[in-house]
């Protein structure tokens, strides 16, 4: 492993090696991506032909747990790990549902959070930072958060389809924790991850791949744990289930098969210890 | 004929080809609202005359606005766009409608096609600029922490070398530079070895070479760097490699601090902390690490200056420096040709060292330069200063080559030749040496001997002759020599006089004996036992000799009539009012007092009467028997009869000392003497057959 780079030693922007920011948009059927990116979905689709139905699972996923999180009365979101903000993305979803919702959106890539500017340009309650959710703490007083977010009040923290790029060096559980308890009680994450408790071969092919040729690698997670991200948590209705089979609202709706989903979703709310 | 309700199950259809292709963004429920806006839009479109095929192409936009840009949207809209179309709006079969259906086909792709197209072109164009502006961004960043280093890197007060696996130097800074004594351009190129010298760089190289070698990381190292400009620069230089990913270095990192004010400092510490101000010769520390390390045989000359102390009491300590300088200075130039070394070890005390010292002989030759120094005399403020120095000659083959040894022998002559009569020098003498030699040691160990507790006390029996019971112990000190053994008090009682321990030694032998007297108070409940502690003159002369006393007693809670004290004859003889007065003090604080030894010296009786005395102690010597074999001398016998019967008319006790048979005993006991000691009646003993003794004889006055 590299070392850790000291905070004012910048990234380098490397357009030669695919993002996986850029590689999702690339499934969701999206032009924000250039050919390295493409060619490294057009692979992966290869292995799993399913894989733009799951790009697409995770992204009504994100869309009905932000409308629930508004339901519930969340105001303010912190998207870490958003990638490129393109079509359904979660200030459109929570705005739409509740004008004065505000949203940041948190990403490692330079480029992407870039694109997320062009994206958020005019939108006084949105905007996007770099950010790397492996120092969640460091995000917690950075003062462009704090613009944004108000830490004494429930945040609703998306964690969509990031955590899986976290290698368990990383200690993601710990991350995990470390928002929760910073965060007031009443605050909700919203957590959807790759998995290996379905399709096995699948994903250890996957695994595999993006490992060795990609250079992005994934880590296919249990369901266990994946479960025990949300511990600490209250886990709403329906609990840890496949992304299609997290509040659909029709059955129409539900265009994976069941059974056969490569992500696991759940949202979870914090609660007083008491109650 | 178009109903909303017809328009309804149309978007129905509709929404339900487009199953697996849904855009995220929208419900089921969104997407047929967004639907059934379509197909009233195409509806007008099949109305309108002329044909709006503008209409069709806004349904074609919409859908890729909406984020359906798969082809396969296009393919099951235009199939749907048929007859289903046609049935369920209620179109009639007619040339008319097919024509405009084929109509609204090819609008519908088209605007769909074109839509595709400027989306795709406008994401790929905002994707392009994002990158491009994220590369700026971290160029920018990229430049702000170039610039920050730059900064660090420039200023740095530390030097800061890049050297490459050549060991050219890449970049240095100006500190760098500057401990260097050159530019950076001058630098800049160079090897290290050009930089830091040529007498350093096989140290430095072979560090450097295992650095390249990856056998260590870093290495540090002082080198005294020879500038261009003449002048030495120390510097503190550590290398550190930077390796790439396989682990081989790519360059290194120097990082050189200037440590000549430093190191100069330090040099200047160590010479003051081993030389004297005053004359800036070595001191005694300087002198005793030669003197360890010094080749064997070895000679020493240890020079004092004859009554140096008036020069400074009549002169002024001006002139007693003054004079100490210019004797520095003469015997530095005298002996300092030979080889030898020359200290001022303490105030005028000078001592010269001579290593690889053949003979005696050359020693002795040594001192006689050195005592030739003073032929003339010193001019000081306009008055011819006349000094003569003493000086004490040791060589190692008489002496043996310890440095303790050495310096106490040196010691010793030099005193020799003081009492010689000064200015001269004096050869050391073994015979006498040795003796003195043991003085010295006892007299310099005697301090370190109280602290670790080497003295002891023995108890020697006080009876009375009435009926041989013990009525007190004399305290006897004894000393445990860890090296000599057991030193009697005949040899360390008067060396502690001399060097003024027997103060110090003289209360231990308070302190210990009251202690002892006060444990067998407790233990045997004898309320008139005493113990008796013999008392220096010295001591008596203390102004708080009182005080110590009667301190010691309160402290110890013991009876003052259980403490006695011997002194001799002549501390208490003569004019020694301050002595008398003390005196008066302890006998009326109730302590008794004992004249020891009586009859060896000028015993002034008339002063006698006069001491507040409780007891004379008879000296030994006047038991002694005749040198005609009598048990008991005849004239001295007369003089013990006298002094009895003259003690008694003063009132006070007597006790013969040294008594060692019956017969004494019994004349002894005829002439009505009163208490008697010696070994007859018991020798000096530890503590615990004292106890013995004590034990017996409650028991028998139990018993009795």
């Not at chain 2, 008392?535 to 809670?557: E, I, S």
Request: proline share 4%; with cysteine.
């Amino acid at each position: 492993m590299a070392a850790k780079r000291p905070s004012w030693a910048p990234e380098g922007v490397d357009m030669e090696v695919p993002s996986p920011a850029r590689m999702y948009d690339a499934l969701l059927g999206g032009s924000h991506n250039f050919d390295v990116d493409r060619k490294a979905a057009t692979n992966a689709a290869a292995l799993v032909p399913d894989l733009p139905k799951v790009a697409l699972s995770n992204r009504a996923f994100l869309r009905r747990s932000v409308r629930y999180l508004v339901d519930m009365g969340i105001r303010q979101f912190l998207d870490i790990g958003s990638g490129i903000p393109t079509v359904g993305n979660a200030h459109e979803v929570a705005q739409r549902a509740a004008a004065d919702s505000r949203v940041l959106y948190v990403d490692i890539d330079p480029v992407a959070v870039a694109h997320s500017e062009v994206i958020l340009a005019g939108n006084e309650r949105a905007s996007a930072i770099e950010g790397d959710l492996r120092s969640g703490s460091d995000l917690l007083t950075d003062v462009r958060v704090r613009n944004i977010i108000d830490f004494d009040k429930p945040v609703g923290v998306l964690l969509v389809a990031v955590l899986h790029l976290l290698a368990d060096a990383d200690q993601p559980h710990d991350v995990v924790a470390t928002l929760r308890d910073a965060l007031p009680e009443g605050s909700y994450f919203v957590i959807s991850h790759l998995s290996s408790a379905n399709r096995p071969e699948d994903a250890a092919q996957l695994g595999d791949q993006a490992r060795n040729q990609s250079g992005v690698p994934i880590l296919f997670r249990s369901r266990e744990e994946i479960t025990s991200f949300f511990n600490g948590l209250t886990v709403v209705d329906p609990g840890v289930v496949e992304l299609p089979l997290w509040r659909p609202e029709s059955e129409a709706d539900i265009d994976e098969e069941p059974g056969r989903s490569l992500g696991l979703a759940g949202v979870g709310r914090k609660d007083s210890p008491t109650s | 004929m178009t109903t909303a309700h017809s328009v309804g199950r149309f978007a129905t259809r509709w929404a339900a080809s487009l199953k697996g292709a849904v855009a995220p963004a929208m419900t089921r429920a969104e997407l047929e609202d967004f639907l059934r806006d379509l197909t009233e839009q195409l509806a007008e479109a099949m109305r309108s005359t002329p044909c709006r095929p503008e209409l069709g192409r806004a349904v074609g936009k919409a859908l890729i606005d909406a984020h359906y840009r798969d082809a396969s949207v296009l393919n099951r809209t235009l199939a749907l766009l048929d007859d289903g179309f046609v049935a369920e709006l209620g179109y009639e079969d007619s040339a008319d409608v097919a024509s405009r259906i084929s109509a609204l086909h090819g609008a519908v792709a088209e605007g769909f096609a074109i839509a595709l197209r400027d989306t795709v072109l406008a994401e790929q164009e905002t994707t392009q600029r994002a990158a491009l502006a994220a590369a700026r961004a971290a160029e920018e960043r990229r430049r702000a922490s170039e610039a920050r280093f730059q900064a660090v890197f420039a200023g740095a007060a530390v030097g800061i070398g890049v050297v490459d696996l050549s060991g050219a130097v890449l970049e240095v800074n100006d500190a760098m530079a500057g401990m260097l004594g050159r530019t950076t351009d001058d630098i800049k190129g160079r090897t290290i070895g050009d930089v830091i010298g040529p007498e350093n760089i096989g140290h430095a190289y072979a560090e450097f070479q295992k650095l390249l070698a990856g056998d260590i990381d870093q290495f540090r190292l002082e080198t005294a760097h020879l500038r261009p400009d003449g002048r030495v620069a120390n510097v503190d230089l550590s290398m550190t490699a930077v390796r790439n990913r396989t682990g081989t270095p790519d360059f290194f990192i120097g990082v050189a601090v200037d440590v000549t004010e430093r190191r100069r400092l330090q040099n200047r510490l160590w010479h003051e902390s081993r030389h004297d101000a005053l004359t800036g010769l070595p001191n005694r520390t300087l002198f005793f690490e030669r003197l360890e390390a010094a080749e064997q045989p070895l000679g020493l000359c240890y020079l004092d200056l004859d009554g140096f102390k008036n020069i400074n009491d009549s002169l002024g300590h001006d002139a007693g420096d003054y004079v100490l300088r210019a004797v520095a200075n003469r015997l530095r130039k005298a002996v300092e040709p030979d080889g030898c070394t020359i200290a001022r070890l303490a105030g005028d005390e000078f001592v010269v060292l001579i290593e690889r010292c053949g003979s005696p002989d050359r020693v002795a030759r040594e001192a006689e330069k050195m005592l030739a120094v003073f032929g003339r005399p010193i001019e000081f403020d306009g008055e011819q200063l006349s000094v003569t120095g003493s000086i004490g000659v040791v060589h190692s083959a008489l002496v043996g080559r310890d440095p303790g040894r050495l310096m106490r022998a040196a010691d010793v002559t030099l005193y020799q030749a003081k009492a010689n009569g000064s200015g001269r020098w004096e050869r050391y003498d073994p015979a006498r040496g040795e003796q003195e030699l043991t003085r010295h040691s006892l007299a310099t160990a005697m301090p370190a001997a109280l602290a670790h507790n080497e003295f002891l006390l023995h108890y020697q029996p006080l009876v009375s002759l009435d009926d041989s019971s013990v009525r007190g112990f004399e305290a006897l000190v004894r000393w445990d020599h860890p090296r000599l053994g057991r030193v009697s008090p005949g040899q360390f009682i008067p060396v502690a006089e001399e060097t003024g321990n027997i103060n110090a030694l003289g209360q231990w032998v308070l302190e210990q004996g009251c202690l002892q007297a006060r444990r067998w108070f407790d233990e045997f409940g004898i309320d008139d036992l005493y113990v008796s502690v013999n008392v220096a003159a010295t001591q008596l002369r203390q102004p708080t000799f009182v005080a110590d006393v009667l301190g010691t007693l309160d402290q110890v809670g013991l009876p003052a009539m259980c403490l006695q004290l011997e002194l001799t004859e002549s501390a208490v003889a003569g004019d020694t009012h301050g002595a008398l007065v003390a005196l008066r003090e302890l006998a009326a604080a109730g302590v008794r007092l004992a004249i020891d030894d009586f009859g060896t010296g000028y015993s002034n009786l008339a002063h006698l009467g006069r001491l507040p005395v409780h007891q004379l102690k008879i000296d030994r010597s006047l038991l002694a028997s005749s040198r005609k074999g009598e048990v008991v001398d005849p004239a001295h016998d007369k003089i013990v009869a006298a002094t009895i019967s003259l003690a008694h008319s003063l009132g006070l006790d007597v006790l013969a000392e040294g008594v060692e048979t019956t017969p004494q005993a019994d004349r002894l006991r005829l002439l009505q003497c009163d208490g008697a000691q010696g070994m007859l009646f018991g020798g000096p003993v530890p503590v615990s057959e004292a106890a013995e003794v004590l034990a017996c004889q409650t028991r028998r006055a139990d018993s009795a």
